[in-house]
């Protein structure tokens, strides 16, 4: 499939805030990435590189929702499959020389309270991926499965900033672990 010029912007936009994050990356660099002519940034994006991110974050939210269901289709216990999204995370990070960590936490990261529009999308794309954690985690007898998904979701984004700035994948691996144990202590099973 031959991608519209608006998905390549797209495409690197969500590279860009993986490795270097908003503030990291110049225009130029975005439009060289995304094979664009220059004019074709404020034709897709009239609001500039903000409005490129908004989108590329709505994205990223919109895959990780996708890429959650094929997840647990393929792995149903929620652990198991919140494992398998863990390793797939780290080997990316590792893989990368520890350069790509989350995109969105990155960006967050980097906002600021005048970021409004930039915020909002961060915070539905966050919302998204902790309904679909709550979501698999009820209906395998998981209790408290909202504090939980949201737990994970801090988990996985403050143990992959530690991961990253520690050039070692221990600091998530640790975490993981002792919360992986603690929460099958609290399962409750199913009738």
């Known amino acids: 499939m031959n991608k519209t010029t608006r998905d390549k912007l797209i495409d690197a936009m969500i590279d860009a805030l993986q490795r270097k994050g908003l503030h990291g990356v110049g225009l130029s660099e975005l439009l060289a990435d995304a094979g664009a002519p220059k004019g074709s940034l404020y034709h897709h994006f009239p609001g500039g590189k903000s409005e490129l991110a908004v989108a590329a974050i709505e994205r990223i939210?919109?895959?990780?929702?996708?890429a959650f269901a094929a997840l647990f289709e393929h792995q149903p216990e929620p652990l198991d499959a919140l494992a398998a999204w863990l390793h797939g995370a780290l080997g990316q990070l590792?893989?990368?020389a520890f350069e790509r960590g989350c995109?969105?936490?990155t960006v967050a990261l980097e906002s600021g309270p005048e970021d409004e529009d930039i915020r909002a999308a961060l915070a539905t794309a966050f919302a998204a991926i902790r309904r679909?954690?709550?979501?698999?985690?009820?209906?395998?007898g998981y209790p408290e499965a909202e504090?939980?998904?949201?737990l994970f979701v801090a988990l996985y984004e403050g143990g992959l900033l530690?991961?990253?700035v520690a050039g070692s994948a221990e600091p998530l691996r640790q975490a993981a672990d002792a919360l992986f144990h603690l929460t099958?202590?609290?399962r409750v099973p199913l009738p």
């Open 61 to 66: 939210g919109q895959r990780a929702e996708q």
């Open 94 to 96: 590792q893989g990368s």
């Open 103 to 105: 995109p969105l936490a």
């Open 132 to 140: 679909a954690l709550q979501r698999q985690l009820q209906a395998h």
């Open 147 to 150: 504090g939980l998904a949201a």
């Open 162 to 164: 530690q991961a990253r």
């Open 184 to 186: 099958r202590q609290q």
